[in-house]
């Protein structure tokens, strides 16, 4: 795909330079200081942001303070309205959209597109909830008395996203915290700082357009120290965040502390069961799309495949000849499969993986390694890589984002399979590839998988936003996107009203004067 960035950068109203803090068409910087963003593509220069200061930081929350009183007494399906058109909006922008996700984040084009399709999808799930953000009513156990619940906006939620879905997971967020009469504020991964301009953007154009004021949707730029006045300042009741294992110990510490709440979606270990039953070809593709799309740089990459030994060698035959019809290069050239990891920090794990696992035994069947050349410019594309694998390796046991895949065996019963498939620390995504009902219950059954997914004939990555989304363990436990996950981005209130003129006490306490 031919395309101009320049061109791509101006009809999403991006700045190559200097864009900076901001609270929707506001944007401000009292800061020298700039986040480079260089592509994965190509290693050229896009474009800078410049990181937020503390200054700034307080000028976003007081703002974002005085929005959130108009904000939640606009009534839910007016708010859903917004979200509406903030939805159709996408649906204009979603190739450019979708291109610059592709360049500045390495990913295909069409999971680019993909990415862009995921926001939009949330949008009309948010314009439906927006009429159904139901609490429930309770008999009392008093006469002349009613009960229920309601649910209120919680205030300003912080959203700290990661580089490999730049612009989807924030969406999730913001898409379900407007309806519930939130505002946001949204630090994007520092990886990928100008797609966060570039959706500030598309917000901001909405919430003007209809007269509401600054401050609904905020963008603050940085690292963890930027991430750090979010997470600890008492103003801020829900943090949401999005990455790796060691970044959400840190944030929930941080929250719990204050005693707030916070939403955790972190690293996953994923595996796909591959049972005597299973359907090979079907297996190849979910597997290898799970390995290697996004160069395996998904939450829900698959990164294990725990195969019965009877279909072992069939297994492994078929995935060397689909790997070796995998074609590497520039991810907006759609031939193309597998793009670059996000930057030459990445592309040092993934060596560095490699290598550990041999020393411990591991068997590369399809060998990886870094290319180097014409069309590998930047340094960050690499091979997809197959390794054999025995299930307690360190390095199986870890989550490396990148395209490493790791086959362990497994013999006879399915349960066998379930234990490996549990006996690691993170519990997000799981699969099995079966066409014995027996099995599949089994692994969806309380003995069964640990994970918050547990797919039966598809593989481990490609959720749809109307299921809740996240893990168990290590994964942190919270749940983003569909099925009744809004509810953490609202408070309840439980309420009991005496339509009498006496007083009785619940538990049937005597109590009189
Ligand atoms: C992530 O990698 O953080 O299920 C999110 C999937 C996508 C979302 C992944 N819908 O693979």
Redesign the pocket.
């Known amino acids: 795909a031919k395309f101009k960035i320049k061109n791509v950068l101006k009809e999403l109203g991006v700045k190559n330079t200097n864009e900076g803090t901001s609270t929707g068409k506001n944007n401000f910087s009292s800061s020298d200081v700039s986040i480079k963003s260089y592509s994965p593509v190509d290693g050229e220069y896009i474009g800078s942001v410049k990181i937020t200061t503390k200054d700034d930081y307080e000028k976003v929350v007081e703002t974002a303070q005085n929005a959130f009183k108009v904000w939640r007494t606009t009534p839910a399906p007016l708010r859903g309205e917004i979200v509406r058109q903030f939805g159709n909006k996408l649906r204009e922008r979603k190739e450019a959209l979708g291109k610059l996700v592709s360049y500045e984040m390495g990913k295909s084009y069409q999971e680019g597109l993909?990415?862009v399709q995921?926001m939009i999808d949330i949008c009309d799930f948010a314009v439906g909830l927006s009429r159904q953000l139901h609490g429930l009513t309770m008999h009392s156990e008093r006469p002349g008395h009613r009960m229920y619940e309601q649910y209120h906006p919680l205030g300003i939620v912080g959203i700290i996203s990661?580089f490999?879905?730049p612009v989807?997971?924030w969406a999730w967020n913001t898409a379900l915290a407007w309806v519930c009469g939130d505002v946001c504020i949204w630090k994007p991964s520092e990886k990928t700082p100008l797609t966060g301009v570039a959706c500030q953007n598309i917000a901001a154009e909405v919430f003007a357009d209809n007269n509401l004021p600054e401050g609904i949707s905020n963008v603050i730029y940085g690292d963890q120290h930027v991430g750090g006045l979010l997470t600890k300042d008492v103003r801020v009741p829900l943090i949401s965040a999005?990455g790796s294992t060691r970044m959400g110990k840190i944030v929930a510490q941080d929250v719990a502390a204050r005693l707030g709440k916070s939403l955790l979606?972190l690293g996953?270990n994923n595996a796909i069961i591959v049972t005597p039953d299973a359907d090979i070809k079907m297996t190849v593709i979910g597997a290898v799309f799970g390995a290697v799309?996004?160069c395996g740089?998904?939450?829900?990459?698959t990164r294990r495949l725990i195969i019965h030994e009877s279909m072992y060698d069939q297994v492994r035959e078929a995935l060397v000849k689909a790997y070796n019809q995998l074609k590497i290069g520039n991810p907006l050239d759609e031939t193309n499969h597998v793009g670059p990891l996000i930057d030459l920090a990445a592309v040092k794990m993934y060596e560095n993986a490699l290598v550990a696992v041999e020393k411990e035994g591991g068997k590369s069947v399809v060998v990886g390694g870094v290319l180097e050349g014409q069309g590998y410019e930047g340094g960050c594309y690499v091979k997809p890589a197959i390794v054999e694998a025995q299930p307690h390796y360190k390095m199986v046991q870890h989550e490396t984002f990148a395209p490493i895949l790791y086959l362990l065996r497994y013999s006879g019963d399915v349960s066998n399979a379930i234990e490996i498939q549990n006996a690691v620390a993170q519990g997000l995504?799981s699969a099995i590839m079966t066409n014995n009902l027996r099995e599949a219950e089994q692994f969806l059954s309380v003995n069964g998988s640990d994970c918050g997914?547990a797919n039966v004939n598809i593989g481990?990555?490609?959720?749809?936003?109307g299921g809740a989304?996240g893990g168990e363990k290590e994964t942190g436990g919270g749940r983003e996107s569909g099925s009744d996950a809004w509810k953490v981005y609202m408070r309840r209130q439980t309420n009991t009203i005496n339509y009498t003129t006496n007083l009785p006490l619940a538990q049937g306490i005597k109590f009189e004067l």
């Open positions: 993909g990415e995921e990661a490999n879905f989807a997971v999005t979606e996953g799309g996004t740089q998904r939450c829900t990459s995504s997914i481990t990555s490609g959720a749809e936003i989304f």
